[in-house]
């Protein structure tokens, strides 16, 4: 019902090709997943991210917790069809909420408790009630409830962390009741401390996941540790199962995951980006607001083959940004989303074809990384 | 090149159906035209536009001279290639704009000087910038210049407002050069003095247009004195021509509008309510905030057939307004602007039919009004 299937790798990197198989289809991985926080990807609709091929969205298990509730979800026959999408969808554990927009969190090892960011209500998550809240929602693929300590951290209260993450992956495992059509992955935290990580990773392993993650990188640390945790954290995780970094979706760090042996990627980055009038183009990122753009006829990225950038000129988006209009962040959206899901794609076939790191060097000719085996 | 054809007439009321055909295509009315402020429909494509069978976009000639700027829309080919929309457009005169939107403004026989709602810079309308403008934005139906006074407004004021009216709709036509491919209509003022909008009506009708608008209407005043207005104004206009209604676009302004005769209608009610979270159906307005929708599967309007009302149910639009997510904004625009397009369809098919009377009266069953002739 649920399995992984590696196509191909690349033979220079640990980059690698594959299938992940669900009960509402397969999505080919390296993959980037849209964020829906709020059970929709911010600005779009469902059938424009099928127009762009996008395989699985993420939705967030706090926001959704927290409104509408996810007894309302449910009741509405699960967050599939709460917001018509009908492929598969991946809810986050509600770890990273609590702790960067919850207020005045108290964490003990039973849980976390913390007030909303929307009415400063209070509530208590445990392990637990994760695994419920995510059983109501219905993903297809669910996160273990983890600890993920900010960036930067003491040695101690990552330590604690990693801990505290090993007994609550336990605990949700233990909780879960719909094993039949849903996936947990387990989350490894240890921030940039190898042996915590190898700690993390160890004890996630034993207890036999579907797929990993790696948390707690991209919360403000510098690329180089990121990297340097890539370089090495990824082998901790089993060859045989889909690995998820959490919370990256600019095109170094997506084709860099993709390098380092990573399977799946999340971020509001490109949503966010385009309300706020930023394209992600194969020429870098272009402000949109930017005076230069005033009178230029031109298209966003001229080597792109989205609807955007085919109808419109940087001069009408310009105006619309600049305007405030809501077609100005619809429009944005859909050119970021559609650029990272293309550079994903060909990242893919490109390590089907055995060409990766020629694709990487011609995406990222600047970067300095060392990507090879 | 721009022909008025009137298709039927209704036997009872003054209703009827024609034919509008332009250099861009041809309008089937009565025709509701949705709003494009600053060359976009709030929260819309074009695409969307299309598929909803938008006939006809208009857009507004004070916001778009104040930004983008008539030139950069010039320069990009006009306002069609800018906005990527290729069927007919028509410009506002933006003499409503100026008086509501700009701050202290002084008028004098020359023109309006007015300060800019968006910088408080300062600018001058004559009757020939407001074509020039219009030209360089390059709608298929342009507006004269009118002075439109606010609701109460004594009958001096209303007056001198239809004699400056006639004077500058005199220059417009003066200074027009761009003769082939735009329509230029003009606009009677009047307020509720029958006396005055014939005086108006009179000297418009002798300058010969293409088309004649009613102005001054659906500015604050009572439902009853705009239905007594249309009453006995609309005949002062030539049946020959196409009659505007401009400002209005609710169900029951629409058809009562249609009943009295008029062809074209404008407003940006359906957008705008689609952005705060109401709905237009059949059952009247919908508050999708309130409470009463939290659990409810249904669609907002079990009759409407549009792809809002097949796809989502009144728990997600609830959530997704609450939420202030911009897919709300977008859905709920979608389908307002959907139902009303439906519904001068449907009256124009009524028309058509011979049935015009009983559609009114299935769609409006309170409204206490005299349609008949």
Known sequence: MFKFELIARCP??????GVIHTPRGTIETPVFMPVGTQATVKAMTVNELMEINTQILLANTYHLYLRPGADIVAEAGGLHRFM????????DSGGFQVFSLGDS???TDDGVEFQSHIDGSRHFFTPEKVVDIQEQLGADIIMAFD???PWPSTREFVQAAVQRTTQWAARCRQARTRLEDQAMFGIVQGGNHRDLRQQSADALVDMDFPGYALGGLSVGEPKEVMYDVLSWAVDMLPAEKPRYLMGVGSPDYLLTGTAFGLDMFDC????RMGRTGTAITSQGNVVVRNAAHARDSGPLDSQCGCSVCSGYSRAYLRHLVKANE????????????Y????LMKGARQAIIDGTFPDYYRQHLPLEEVEIYR
Do not use: D, M
């Not at 018509?84 to 809810?91: A, G, K, V």
């Not at 509001?268 to 949503?271: I, M, Q, R, S, Y």
């Not at 809501?326 to 989303?337: D, P």
């Open 105 to 107: 969190n108290k964490i």
């Open 268 to 271: 509001v980055l490109p949503t």
């Open 147 to 149: 600890q993920c300590p």
């Open 339 to 342: 650029f990272l899901l293309e």
């Open 84 to 91: 018509n999408w009908h492929r598969p969808i991946l809810t």
């Open 326 to 337: 809501i077609l100005g962040h619809r429009l944005l959206t859909y050119h970021n989303l």
């Open 12 to 17: 220079r990197t640990s980059a690698r090709a």
